[in-house]
């Protein structure tokens, strides 16, 4: 049995320092090694995106999943960005214990969700375009 999902992500192009755009966004992650290969620019007979097996994967493509959850003002959170919280506290979200977490800058260890609502927090920026708002 083959499970195909659709998963909603952003791409942060590493090599260029930015975001793809959504023109850009065709890439698939390969399921088992969840590296990044760039998709081809049309669709096969079944209606799939493909790409050519052959090809390397893409080391400088990472993808950020969406975490199926938004922020106090609506915004879709994604892996990476970073949360400001009500007390002023800001930390970045990360895959942690099997699920999304945010590493709060004044804890040690990442807070799962429970501790913490996201819709109380605003996001402030990502890991990717603003390091120098996070400490690691």
Known sequence: MVLRMNIKARCWDDANKEY???DDLNFVIHPYEGTVYRAGSYPDISGEWTWDANEEPDETLIPELFIG???KENNEIYDGDILQN?????GYV??????F?????????PY?????????CKIIGNIRENPDMIEF
Do not use: C, M, R, V
């Open 101 to 109: 977490e945010i590493k709060w800058n004044d804890a040690e260890e």
């Open 69 to 71: 959850q938004h922020d």
């Open 94 to 99: 990360l895959w942690h214990n099997a699920g």
């Open 20 to 22: 793809l755009s959504d």
């Open 86 to 90: 009500g007390n002023g506290n800001i």
């Open 112 to 120: 799962a969700y429970g501790h913490f609502t996201y819709e109380s």
